[in-house]
């Protein structure tokens, strides 16, 4: 599994504005990637996800985008509201199963 | 419909016992899937289960098992508890194989001392 620290990044917005939130992935190998958001005292819930022959993906009011040069991923949402605070996490699929493989998370502030 | 249900909820234990966790999946969802969550280590996969066979391990010691039933339910052992394996236990459950698109439950959270 990953090694992750005990201090996630955290991104501040105002309500209203778009946020992006980032995630690299080592696994050249990797080719589904999803989107996860975590409210306190909650499970994961899915957001999105996207296959590794799209570059682009759009959901109501979210949009991934996948670099796989660069092995980039990105969660844009659109006019954040105070009910977008939460951790978000990208994980990757790259295996057979349902083994996912999480990022350390964002911590995703929305300031009213 | 009802989501992924998780009993206990909350549950403290001391070092040497074991403990078993519950998970009924959403109905009708056949694979279930275990991940441990903490602060230092993040989200990490125990194993899945798909019609009560094991399909996936994740990097775990052997004190960690679980084992799936007819009707889908899932239970994850834990033997000799170790203060470290403190966590938020997390069951997930999914319609089909292969997909990312899982259903939490709220978790299970563990105490050792």
């Known amino acids: 599994g990953e090694s992750v620290g005990l201090h996630l990044p955290t991104l501040s917005v105002q309500e209203g504005d778009n946020s992006i939130i980032n995630c690299a992935y080592s696994?050249?190998?990797?080719?589904?990637f999803i989107w996860y958001k975590q409210e306190s005292g909650k499970g994961p819930q899915f957001i999105i996800d996207?296959?590794?022959?799209?570059d682009k993906r759009q959901g109501q009011r979210v949009t991934v985008l996948l670099n796989k040069t660069v092995k980039h991923l990105s969660l844009q949402i659109a006019a954040t509201q105070p009910g977008d605070s939460a951790v978000y996490f990208c994980?990757?699929?790259?295996?057979?199963?349902?083994?996912?493989?999480f990022g350390a998370g964002t911590i995703l502030r929305v300031k009213s | 419909k009802a989501g992924v249900t998780q009993t206990p909820r909350y549950l403290i234990k001391t070092r040497g016992q074991q403990v078993t966790l519950s998970c009924s999946p959403i109905?009708?969802?056949?694979?279930v899937s275990w991940y441990q969550q903490t602060p230092g280590q993040g989200l990490q996969f125990l194993f899945e289960?798909?019609?009560?066979?094991?399909?996936n391990k994740g990097n775990f010691p052997g004190r960690f098992s679980g084992r799936q039933f007819s009707n889908s339910r899932s239970e994850m052992n834990v033997s000799t508890l170790e203060l470290g394996d403190s966590a938020l236990y997390l069951c997930?459950?999914?319609?089909?194989?292969?997909?990312?698109?899982?259903?939490f439950g709220e978790g299970s959270r563990l105490t050792v001392l």
């Open positions: 997930a459950s999914s319609l089909q194989q292969n997909t990312g698109e899982l259903f």
């Open positions: 696994n050249s190998a990797s080719d589904y």
């Open positions: 996207i296959r590794s022959n799209m």
């Open positions: 994980a990757e699929n790259g295996e057979y199963g349902n083994k996912l493989v």
């Open positions: 109905s009708g969802h056949r694979s």
């Open positions: 289960y798909f019609s009560e066979t094991q399909r």
